[in-house]
């Protein structure tokens, strides 16, 4: 059974940094396009930044380029997103995904909240 457990998650001030874990079970991380997504309330679901199987490349959203890094360590089985200089807009549910070919796995999510 996969399962996908995201931890790291709270309550940072604007300016401040957090970093998220993604450790999976059931699936290697390696095969997969590992994913953070994020849900703001009353708001779609939105693609924060990828990193795909194979070579590693990586993917970001505008809203987050240059502040946001993921990076994935394949002997813990475990992805991460590194937030740095967090903004009140960046605060939401984060949620850890990850698809290879038809399936498609998600995290039960951390919430994020950037509030002074």
């Known amino acids: 059974q996969v399962q996908l457990v995201e931890s790291g998650g709270g309550l940072v001030q604007p300016g401040g940094s957090l970093r998220l874990s993604c450790t999976a079970s059931?699936?290697?991380?390696?095969?997969?396009?590992m994913s953070w997504y994020r849900q703001a309330p009353g708001k779609e679901r939105e693609l924060v930044a990828q990193?795909?199987?194979?070579?590693?490349?990586?993917n970001y959203a505008d809203s987050v380029k240059g502040r946001f890094t993921i990076s994935r360590d394949n002997a813990r089985n475990t992805v991460y997103l590194q937030m740095n200089i967090l903004k009140p807009e960046d605060t939401a549910v984060y949620y850890c995904n990850a698809g290879r070919s038809t399936f498609v796995y998600w995290g039960q999510g951390t919430q994020v909240t950037v509030s002074s």
């Open positions: 990193i795909i199987s194979t070579g590693g490349s990586t």
């Open positions: 059931g699936l290697t991380i390696s095969r997969y396009y």
